[in-house]
């Protein structure tokens, strides 16, 4: 279990920032001042250098020492010398390193305080040297006669205390601009702190490690399939069962589009429409579907879809659909044949056994009507299973009020080797005609299918006595959530004529619509035709 930390992680994000600015700063700071100390400590050695070089090609300067200076004339070019550059000090002595000329005149002829002896070998000297003046940054020269011999040295100071007042200056200047940066430097750490914060929702990283491991173990502990789309339609998430579903495995950043082909599904994925347990399919399955937009503090932040797999349960409503239409069948010949008996027993109670006579005749003879055809003349519908089914889909058509007929031209010599398909597509293509021909306008109701076994396919054709179809809905119908019933509204699932047409494709086969408006009973309703491949057992090519 995460121990919350006392300190949260954008607050500590912001002290290591506004400290690496800080330290950063203040680093820099000393750098430049330092650097800028010894650029002022040359610059001025330079200048003392300078003025140095200038006092020692004076001619008449060299001649006053050469003489030994009677008239004083060094100590007074000097000082003028002084005067006008500013420096501390322009002391002028002979080969023996006694002074010629100094500000304070009590130490003329006195020695120098620093050593001269590089100036007198005939070296330029500068550096930072402490004398009877204080700390001064001086240049040291030669003091050359016209015969080249050395004379003397002339040196020149500048007082270090000036080098400090304009350091200080700049510094001062360059103080405001670190402050300056300091204040951007926290001021841009805690926009990033904000910003971060909103950008992860308020959460701390052990809370995002933590919501990690819970979505990865939601997500692939469900056994619905999840999707999650950003707001761009891009795939964040795609759990297991999600791929399973759709026969996918999209990477992350995948177009959501991408995920089912165009249709239904593909529409609510893209979020083109929205989901509230629609059903829809991918590929043979029948999935019902959600999608749910996903909002957190008045923020977009995409949607997430839901796949259940309901195949197997439709596929179990299918067969039960097939076994209570067998059972719709048999309850119709129970009551019928309940019927006969009551009527034959009555009449033997009463004692009518000429009329019971008579009445046992003309069941037989209804019998034989009923029986199979010789076999030179084959029944058109010989498969049991066929038979029954019809059977059973009139009597359910007749309990609507709508008159269920075998058209004269059907013709299956064959036995059904797969009856869940035909029970899919006749049926489905049965249900719609019966419930299109029940709200029409046209009386009395009818539907008539014809059926035609050609090797082992089989054809079928339904028309009924309905309204027809709308105009553009002849394809529309076979869409997931598209039905007959209220197209408008779209209250149905809509589920029957697309199970019907994806069923014969799967087989190379097809479901559609030929007329959808005066091709049925009576020149009313619609046509629909659908080619089986294969649902003939191998008795039908012999």
């Not at 020695?111 to 000297?125: F, I, N, Q, W």
């Not at 300056?180 to 910003?195: H, N, T």
């Not at 047409?501 to 086969?509: F, S």
Request: net charge neutral.
């Amino acid at each position: 279990m995460s121990v919350r930390p006392r300190i949260t992680f954008a607050r500590q994000v912001l002290i290591l920032q506004v400290g690496v600015v800080v330290v950063v700063a203040v680093l820099g700071y000393g750098l430049v001042a330092w650097m800028l100390d010894g650029r002022l400590r040359d610059q001025y050695g330079q200048r003392a250098l300078t003025v140095a070089r200038s006092l020692a090609v004076d001619p008449q300067i060299a001649a006053a020492v050469a003489a030994g200076d009677p008239g004083g004339i060094v100590q007074d070019r000097a000082e003028r010398v002084r005067v006008r550059t500013g420096a501390l000090f322009v002391v002028v002595t002979d080969n023996r390193g006694l002074r010629l000329s100094h500000p304070n005149r009590r130490e003329l002829g006195r020695h120098v305080s620093t050593d001269p002896s590089d100036a007198l070998a005939g070296r330029e000297v500068v550096r930072v040297e402490r004398g009877t003046l204080g700390l001064s940054a001086r240049g040291k020269v030669p003091l050359y006669g016209p015969d080249g011999r050395i004379l003397g040295e002339v040196s020149v100071g500048f007082d270090a205390r000036a080098i400090d007042r304009e350091l200080g200056h700049v510094l001062r200047e360059m103080t405001l601009f670190v402050a300056g940066a300091v204040l951007l430097g926290v001021v841009a750490s805690a926009a990033i702190g904000r910003r971060l914060k909103r950008q992860t929702l308020g959460l701390e990283p052990y809370e995002l490690v933590e919501l990690v491991h819970e979505r990865e173990a939601v997500l692939h502990g469900v056994g619905e399939g999840v999707v999650a789309v950003d707001t761009a339609g891009r795939i964040a998430v795609c759990n297991d069962e999600a791929s399973r579903l759709l026969g996918v495995a999209p990477e992350r950043g995948a177009p959501a589009g991408g995920l089912a082909p165009e249709g239904t599904l593909r529409d609510v994925l893209t979020g083109r429409r929205d989901a509230v347990n629609l059903f829809v399919t991918a590929g043979e399955r029948v999935l019902v579907v959600n999608r749910r937009e996903v909002r957190r503090h008045r923020r977009d932040l995409g949607a997430v879809i839901t796949l259940r797999d309901r195949t197997d349960l439709e596929t179990l409503a299918r067969e039960l659909d097939s076994v209570s239409t067998l059972f719709d069948a048999l309850r119709a010949q129970r009551h019928e044949y309940a019927n006969r008996l009551h009527t034959l027993s009555g009449l033997l109670q009463l004692g009518h056994s000429e009329e019971a006579a008579d009445y046992v005749g003309t069941l037989m003879e209804d019998a034989a009507r009923r029986a199979p055809a010789p076999d030179n003349l084959p029944d058109p519908l010989s498969d049991p299973y066929l038979r029954a089914f019809l059977s059973a889909k009139s009597a359910v058509a007749a309990e609507k009020g709508v008159r269920l007929d075998i058209g004269a031209g059907s013709y299956v010599p064959g036995r059904v080797a797969d009856p869940l398909d035909v029970t899919t597509v006749v049926g489905n293509l049965v249900d719609n005609a019966v419930e299109a021909a029940r709200l029409g306008r046209r009386r009395p109701a009818r539907v008539e299918v014809e059926l035609l076994g050609d090797g082992r396919d089989l054809h079928v054709t339904v028309a009924d006595s309905g309204d027809g179809l709308p105009d553009g809905l002849r394809d529309a119908v076979f869409d997931d959530g598209v039905s007959t019933r209220d197209i408008a509204a779209g209250r149905s699932r809509g589920l029957g004529l697309g199970l019907a047409r994806r069923t014969a494709r799967a087989r190379g086969g097809d479901v559609a619509f030929v007329d959808a408006g005066a091709g049925g009973p009576d020149g009313g309703g619609a046509v629909a035709v659908a080619r089986l491949p294969g649902v003939l057992g191998a008795e039908a090519v012999r």
